[in-house]
T-cell receptor, first 109, second 114 residues
Framework: GIQVEQSPPDLILQEGANSTLRCNFSDSVNNLQWFHQNPWGQLINLFYIPSGTKQNGRLSATTVATERYSLLYISSSQTTDSGVYFCAGSGGSQGNLIFGKGTKLSVKP | DAGVIQSPRHEVTEMGQEVTLRCKPI?????LFWYRQTMMRGLELLIY????????DSGMPEDRFSAKMPNASFSTLKIQPSEPRDSAVYFC????????????FGPGTRLTVT
């Protein structure tokens, strides 16, 4: 099955800093998504981005499907950005997502 | 829309008891997914349905687990008998379509089996 590798596993930022999170896939995926799990455990879908670039406020994501990776950019980080960021994808015609282990982000005031 | 609704939010039960978790997907979504999250194994898919039909149940850990989707607006995940190693957060998610589609997660049910 598809393997999903996320880096870095942990990240500590000062409020206002920018960061880039990376997700690598062992095989091609066509259903790539980014999620944020907040400290209360809620999973929020940030992006559905099988290819290309999307932006939503201070967040943006880029997927290079041919090279099997995706990047999540967080600009001007805020303490509310803290939590765990997951990427997930599936292959072929399947809808089941395989999740990475996540990047734990802590933004300090 | 109300989003994906799960109940109960917390469940504490004794080993050997039956546990039933419930999920109401977003209205109009035709795919429903059950996930389990633990520290050891992370987020893993248990089973998913499309148009109320189970498509892939290969993630269901063993026969003690079963899931049903009797109609488009309701699904259950049942564990019988429950064991301490079943303690986890169980998430339900829904999406529009089968292959692909943005998945929206419910708040989860935190299950503790003592």
């Amino acid at each position: 099955g598809i393997q999903v590798e996320q880096s870095p596993p942990d990240l500590i930022l000062q409020e206002g800093a920018n960061s880039t999170l990376r997700c690598n896939f062992s095989d091609s995926v066509n259903n790539l998504q980014w999620f944020h799990q907040n400290p209360w455990g809620q999973l929020i879908n940030l992006f559905y981005i099988p290819s290309g670039t999307k932006q939503n406020g201070r967040l943006s994501a880029t997927t290079v499907a041919t090279e099997r990776y995706s990047l999540l950019y967080i600009s001007s980080s805020q303490t509310t950005d803290s939590g765990v960021y997951f990427c997930a994808g599936s292959g072929g015609s399947q809808g089941n997502l395989i999740f990475g282990k996540g990047t734990k982000l802590s933004v300090k005031p | 829309d109300a989003g994906v609704i799960q109940s109960p939010r917390h469940e504490v039960t004794e080993m050997g008891q039956e546990v039933t978790l419930r999920c109401k997907p977003i209205s109009g979504h035709n795919s429903l997914f059950w996930y389990r999250q633990t520290m050891m194994r992370g987020l893993e898919l248990l089973i998913y349905f499309n148009n109320n039909v189970p498509i892939d149940d290969s993630g269901m850990p063993e026969d003690r687990f079963s899931a049903k989707m009797p109609n488009a607006s309701f699904s259950t995940l049942k564990i019988q008998p429950s064991e301490p190693r079943d303690s986890a957060v169980y998430f339900c998610a829904s999406s529009l379509g089968l292959a692909g589609g943005r998945q929206y997660f419910g708040p989860g049910t935190r299950l503790t089996v003592t």
